[in-house]
């Protein structure tokens, strides 16, 4: 009767220590992900201004999804967005608002949830190894790149006449490869040496 009672109180200790472990791995990942929409926003206001403007808001991008893991990487680019399209001023040259979301550089933003989107999937399907990250978070970024180039067409041509998809890609896209080669490669050193505990 001892060793039951004994046995059936650890069971129960137990499942409680697993459940407040649980608890408090998600009180950790809702941390993790405003911590890593924070930053996204810091580095979106280090900025060159063109017709995209140059920021480090890729890199921070890149950096959440490989730390924090596709699903956490995921909801930290949604909380981001979401920061903006209410109002708070994340985005390059410190604006915010639906009008700086949906103007003609909206789609680059959106699209970093699509890059997300794809990493987590990528990432969910076929692990996490070095040649899959860096699959994965390039096949994210044309994708990226895909759907802001015919956002910024679309809106273009809507309100300045017909522009060629060459012309948009040579001001929206060509300039920003090396660029984001680069911040790929240094959010890849940089999750190499940040490790979270419950990633």
Known sequence: MVDRAFYFRYTVDM?????????????????????AAAIIAVCSWVSIPTAV???????????????LGGKNGFFAVLTYLLLGAVGVPVFAGFKGGLAALLGNTGGYLLGFLLLAAVYWLITALAGEKLYIQILALSAGLLVCYAFGTAW???LYIKTNGPVSLLTVLGWCVFPFLLPDAVKMALALLLSKKIKLPNK
């Open 15 to 35: 499942i409680h220590e697993g459940t407040k472990t649980k608890q408090t791995f998600r009180a950790a990942d809702v941390a993790f992900i405003g911590i």
């Open 53 to 67: 403007p140059f920021t480090l808001q890729t890199f921070a991008v890149f950096a959440s999804l490989l730390i």
């Open 152 to 154: 910024f067409m679309m």
